[in-house]
């Protein structure tokens, strides 16, 4: 699928739509003015600042598991060795939430709503209620359902992992491991973790105690096949159309037509059907 048709299924068509890249990072901005300038300056000062600390610590780049943060560590490069190190991944997994995280929140300094996409990693700060599409691949929940984002819980990002969909490396085969937390950096990293967790859609239950016990964490879903589970403050809801029906938060929902409406998500692992 086209980056184009997914990054049309998070609703704001009230704000403006750009993108800007630079070198391997493609993020897709939508604010309330066209602030391409301003934001291509941003993304190339944290690029640069992650290529610079890269050449004099060349683990950062490659490795898989947790790294300590060093003295000389930006402020960006902080943030993704603490939230991976909770997650129990390598800094990298964290680095297109980061970068989506860090340039929204300079942003906020000209437009009151920001939302970006890098990766299938948003970073989001809304004054109204948006509907985020989620894309499974060839599961059949893709393009049927999304995530509503409620303007209090915002800002807070968004990160996916798929072993089945993209290059990003994942160690599992989930079609999706979605994470929503306050901060695009640790949902990300958060979100690779849940992913590696799941080989089979048995799996689900268990990558949601996975999400669950990294702290900072708010809500997890994850998709596998025709199967799907959610846990805490996430609201799924269907689309039709691209108009939302109406959500339930906490709520898990089985293959095809048939849905199971749970409440008290936030205290306990989803369930899969």
Known sequence: MDRSTYRSWITGKDLVSFTVTVKETELFIRARQNLQSKAFRIVLKYREQLEKYIDRH??????????SVTADAPAMVRAM???TAKAGVGPMASVAGAIAEYAGRELLD????????NG???FIRSLERRVV???????????????QIEPDDTPLGIGTSSGTVGH??????????????????????????????????????????????????????????????????????RTVT??????????????????????GAADRPGASR
């Open 133 to 147: 599409g989620i894309y499974t691949g060839d599961s059949p929940f893709t393009g049927q359902l999304g995530l």
């Open 242 to 263: 691209g108009r939302e029906a109406h959500g339930q938060r906490g709520q898990s929902r089985g293959a095809g037509d048939r849905q199971q409406r749970r409440r």
């Open 81 to 83: 060795i603490e939230a």
């Open 58 to 67: 060349p683990a950062f780049a490659t490795s898989l598991v947790p790294l």
């Open 168 to 237: 990003s490396l994942s160690l599992g085969h989930a079609d999706a491991a979605i994470v929503v937390a306050p901060s695009a950096a640790l949902a990300d990293a958060a979100a690779t973790a849940v992913g590696n967790a799941v080989q089979h859609s048995e799996d689900i239950a268990r990558a949601l105690e996975v999400g669950q016990q990294i702290a900072g964490v708010t809500g997890v879903v994850v998709v596998k096949d025709d199967k799907i589970g959610c846990w805490g403050k996430v609201t799924l809801c």
């Open 120 to 122: 299938g990693d948003i």
């Open 110 to 117: 000209y437009s009151p709503e920001v939302i970006i996409e």
